[in-house]
């Protein structure tokens, strides 16, 4: 890769490198001193400096952020006779937090619900609901659908429908299809719905990712079988018959009156 110096020996060289890639700059003035940055990302960026010949000398051989949306930025380096530097950034994921609540149609946490946490058909993780939040960290990875799946809901109870989820490249939780670009980008086209209040099944509070599902009471009718509605019928019948009767005597005693 080429470029050309300002009037006062600066340059500046912007370069697109996508995951596996690599830009080589050759013949630098021996003496220049020089930095490599890497733009904030989603992800946690690191480097390191490797020497590959004896020649030289080498001022910061690594560095690291601590968490995403940083920028990173090496040691100041001096081209020096006969060095050959390599400088590799990695970008990690970061380790997101995520929760998952099991309530009631009262609100009430529902204990003893088994779910599962998958990726296709694979089973990530598998647990059963308390009397609190179940927290998962470092456990799912940005741009991958899941499917929170109940397994069995405890008695007096029915299973919740699946949730579809994904992180984005920032973490944030989105309930729905992930839908990418062309480029692998995270396309605003997808039938995901942030959190904006409104839906009941996701919630964000102290920059954790929640997931809210709700077990619905199973209110069980009366079995049919037996004598069933028989009683019921001829009691019916009977207040039925009762009633005519009182009838016809009301009436036979306003004939004999006439």
């Given at each position: 890769?080429?470029?050309?110096?300002?009037s006062?020996?600066?340059?500046?060289?912007?370069?697109e490198?996508?995951?596996?890639?690599?830009?080589k700059f050759?013949?630098l003035?021996?003496?220049?001193?020089y930095i490599?940055?890497e733009?904030?990302?989603?992800?946690?960026a690191?480097?390191?400096?490797?020497?590959?010949?004896?020649?030289?000398?080498?001022?910061?051989?690594?560095g690291?952020?601590t968490s995403?949306?940083?920028?990173l930025t090496t040691s100041r380096e001096t081209?020096?006779s006969?060095?050959e530097?390599?400088i590799?950034?990695?970008?990690d994921?970061?380790?997101?937090?995520?929760?998952?609540?099991?309530?009631?149609?009262?609100?009430m946490?529902?204990?003893?619900?088994r779910?599962?946490?998958?990726?296709?058909d694979?089973?990530?993780r598998?647990?059963?609901?308390?009397?609190?939040?179940?927290?998962?960290?470092g456990?799912?990875?940005v741009?991958?659908?899941?499917?929170?799946?109940e397994?069995?809901?405890?008695d007096?109870?029915?299973?919740?429908?699946d949730v579809?989820f994904f992180?984005?490249?920032y973490?944030?939780?989105w309930?729905g299809t992930?839908?990418?670009?062309a480029?692998?980008a995270?396309?605003?086209?997808g039938?995901?719905?942030?959190?904006?209040?409104s839906?009941?099944a996701?919630?964000?509070?102290?920059?954790?990712?929640c997931?809210?599902?709700?077990?619905?009471y199973?209110?069980k009718l009366?079995?049919?079988?037996g004598?069933g509605?028989?009683p019921?019928?001829?009691?019916?019948?009977f207040l039925?018959?009762?009633?005519?009767?009182?009838?016809?005597l009301?009436?036979?005693?306003?004939?004999?009156?006439?």
């Amino acid at each position: 890769m080429t470029f050309t110096a300002d009037s006062a020996g600066a340059a500046m060289v912007i370069v697109e490198l996508a995951d596996g890639e690599s830009a080589k700059f050759q013949k630098l003035p021996i003496g220049a001193t020089y930095i490599v940055s890497e733009a904030a990302s989603g992800y946690i960026a690191s480097y390191t400096v490797k020497n590959d010949e004896a020649a030289g000398n080498v001022a910061g051989k690594e560095g690291a952020n601590t968490s995403a949306d940083l920028a990173l930025t090496t040691s100041r380096e001096t081209v020096d006779s006969g060095e050959e530097i390599t400088i590799t950034f990695e970008n990690d994921s970061e380790q997101f937090k995520i929760s998952f609540n099991k309530k009631d149609d009262g609100g009430m946490f529902v204990v003893g619900a088994r779910l599962q946490i998958k990726s296709g058909d694979t089973v990530i993780r598998s647990f059963n609901t308390g009397s609190g939040e179940q927290v998962f960290t470092g456990v799912l990875e940005v741009l991958t659908q899941y499917t929170l799946h109940e397994v069995s809901a405890p008695d007096g109870y029915l299973p919740a429908e699946d949730v579809q989820f994904f992180f984005d490249q920032y973490g944030q939780i989105w309930i729905g299809t992930m839908v990418l670009d062309a480029n692998g980008a995270l396309s605003v086209n997808g039938d995901g719905v942030p959190y904006d209040g409104s839906a009941s099944a996701v919630c964000v509070k102290a920059g954790d990712n929640c997931i809210t599902v709700e077990d619905p009471y199973n209110i069980k009718l009366p079995e049919t079988g037996g004598l069933g509605t028989l009683p019921y019928m001829a009691s019916g019948m009977f207040l039925l018959l009762l009633s005519a009767a009182a009838r016809v005597l009301l009436c036979r005693k306003e004939e004999k009156m006439d």
